[in-house]
């Protein structure tokens, strides 16, 4: 395995519940640019699309309680509230008191939708990336997914079916950092197993939130995705200052399967205004 990342310094905060949460900063110049992940993923799946935007931002990524190097929550406290609660810490630890701009990915978006909707002078341009804003099915209404994996090879092979059009820099970036050393000598996710059973953002509903979002807003739709392209459509209808972009060969998660497509969408969106 040769892994080569884009350099980022590692820091931590203290979380809304006093938890620890882990980020990256993947420096850069210009305002403050803050990344959130989805349900399967953590702050490294942003290294692709931090080492293109960072000649116009400083990019920095979370990961949520639960995820990747930051603290599980004991009472698996996982709302999308609980995430913005410690989102805000984040911003006011990295913000230096300026409004900072938020992408978010799946999960990741609705976190920014809900901080962009209850802290409006905190964030000057949303990006909210292949989600939709409620949900048909259940928290416990998830598809089946492998819970260990028995070495690295096995790993790649399922990140790459997963994520079909990612570079295979970006398969192993998430092969390495998404998958840790369990008991037994095998690689598992480095989320709380909670995550195998629920997922609780399939009870949000953020469709009252967006006519009062004041961030400017990029909406961003994979061609590949199972979120439904007439959704991202009303949503971008119903947010009063936004735009609505496609982004083709990918699917939902497109900050892995589309990285270069989705740097190009964003530098237009925080740069060309």
Not at 60 to 74: H, I, K, P, T
Not at 137 to 151: N, V
Not at 155 to 172: F, L, S
Request: with cysteine; charged share 20%.
């Amino acid at each position: 395995m040769s892994l080569t990342t884009t350099a980022a310094a590692h820091f931590f905060v203290e979380g809304a519940a006093g938890n620890r949460i882990h980020g990256l900063d993947f420096g850069g110049d210009g305002p403050t640019l803050v990344c959130l992940h989805g349900v399967t993923g953590n702050a490294w799946n942003w290294c692709e699309v931090a080492g293109g935007v960072r000649a116009h931002r400083r990019v920095v990524a979370l990961d949520f309680r639960g995820y990747g190097e930051s603290q599980w929550s004991a009472g698996h406290d996982y709302t999308t509230a609980d995430h913005v609660a410690d989102l805000a810490c984040a911003v006011d630890a990295v913000s230096g008191g300026s409004p900072v701009d938020l992408a978010g990915s799946s999960w990741g978006a609705l976190v920014a939708i809900q901080y962009a909707d209850e802290h409006p002078g905190n964030v000057a341009r949303l990006a909210v990336v292949d989600v939709e804003p409620s949900f048909e099915q259940g928290e416990t209404d998830l598809f089946p997914r492998p819970r260990d994996h028995a070495d690295h090879d096995e790993v790649r092979a399922a990140v790459a079916g997963a994520y079909p059009n990612a570079p295979a820099g970006m398969v192993e970036v998430v092969a390495a950092t998404c998958y840790g050393p369990v008991d037994g000598g095998r690689l598992a996710p480095k989320h709380d197993p909670f995550f195998f059973e629920r997922w609780p953002f399939r009870s949000d509903d953020h469709w009252d939130r967006l006519p009062r979002i004041q961030a400017s807003t990029l909406h961003v739709h994979a061609s590949g995705s199972f979120v439904r392209a007439d959704v991202m459509a009303e949503m971008d209808r119903l947010t009063p200052d936004s735009r609505l972009v496609e982004i083709g060969d990918s699917t939902h998660v497109v900050a892995v399967d589309n990285p270069s497509a989705l740097v190009d969408s964003l530098v237009e969106f925080l740069v060309g205004g």
